[in-house]
């Protein structure tokens, strides 16, 4: 069956850094579309930022210049690096797998909890 599991979350002080990751089986991680969305409480899930299989990537402007998403096709793993981490950055991250915007599959979710 299809498993995405995310790692890498937790807290940071803001202005801190950290490295999401997303490791794929039972898909063929190659030809899928790669996201990550995020929920904070009481708030609706938003994309953050997706990678094509043709890596071009796309990026909610609140995290531009700040957040890098990429992918090793030979490890089915998709990561997000996140620099100058802000408090409104605290939120449950998912990673997806689909096409572009329109996200198939799921992982669990990794808290993310920027804060001092």
């Known amino acids: 069956q299809v498993q995405l599991v995310e790692s890498g979350g937790g807290l940071v002080q803001p202005g801190g850094s950290l490295r999401l990751s997303c490791a794929a089986s039972?898909?063929?991680?190659?030809?899928?579309?790669m996201g990550w969305y995020r929920q904070a409480p009481g708030k609706e899930r938003e994309l953050v930022a997706t990678?094509?299989?043709?890596?071009?990537?796309i990026y909610r402007d609140s995290v531009k210049n700040r957040f890098t998403i990429s992918r090793d096709n030979a490890k089915n793993t998709v990561y997000l690096q996140m620099n100058s981490l802000k408090p409104e950055d605290t939120a449950v991250y998912y990673c997806?797998?689909?096409?572009?915007?329109?996200?198939?599959?799921w992982g669990q979710g990794t808290q993310v909890t920027v804060s001092s």
């Open positions: 997806s797998a689909g096409v572009i915007r329109a996200p198939r599959y």
């Open positions: 990678i094509t299989n043709g890596g071009d990537t």
């Open positions: 039972g898909i063929a991680f190659s030809a899928y579309a």
